[in-house]
């Protein structure tokens, strides 16, 4: 079993920015791949941002050039820079972790974290 507990939710205006950070626990975060999704009303969760156990990053198109995922394995944690934040960033956003590699799906993940709410006005 792997915990995750998310961190750094907020409201901020457009074009700010924000920090996420997910604390893990549990298996060594080592061997995971680890992944930011974020769900807002009405809508499907969906894929953010992903980076794997060697720290290849991977990023929905949305967020490409504003957010950047990094993980520190030493302190089991992975964070989520937003930058540029704009009013379609507002969603609960969740950390996940699954074995091996990065996928896009959620339903790839095993575990997740319980949300943290970014909420962004224009």
């Known amino acids: 079993q792997v915990q995750l507990v998310e961190s750094g939710g907020g409201l901020m205006q457009a074009g700010g920015s924000l920090r996420l950070s997910c604390a893990a626990s549990?298996?060594?975060?080592?061997?995971?791949?680890m992944g930011w999704f974020r769900q807002a009303p009405g809508k499907e969760r969906e894929f953010v941002a992903g980076?794997?156990?060697?720290?290849?990053?991977y990023y929905a198109d949305s967020v490409k050039g504003r957010f950047t995922i990094s993980r520190d394995n030493a302190k089991n944690t992975v964070a989520l820079q937003m930058n540029s934040l704009k009013p379609e960033d507002t969603a609960v956003y969740y950390c996940?972790?699954?074995?091996?590699?990065?996928?896009?799906?959620?339903?790839?993940?095993?575990?997740w974290g319980q949300g943290t709410q970014v909420t962004v006005s224009s």
């Open positions: 996940a972790a699954r074995s091996v590699a990065v996928y896009t799906l959620p339903n790839q993940y095993n575990f």
């Open positions: 549990g298996r060594t975060f080592s061997n995971y791949a």
């Open positions: 980076i794997s156990r060697v720290g290849s990053t």
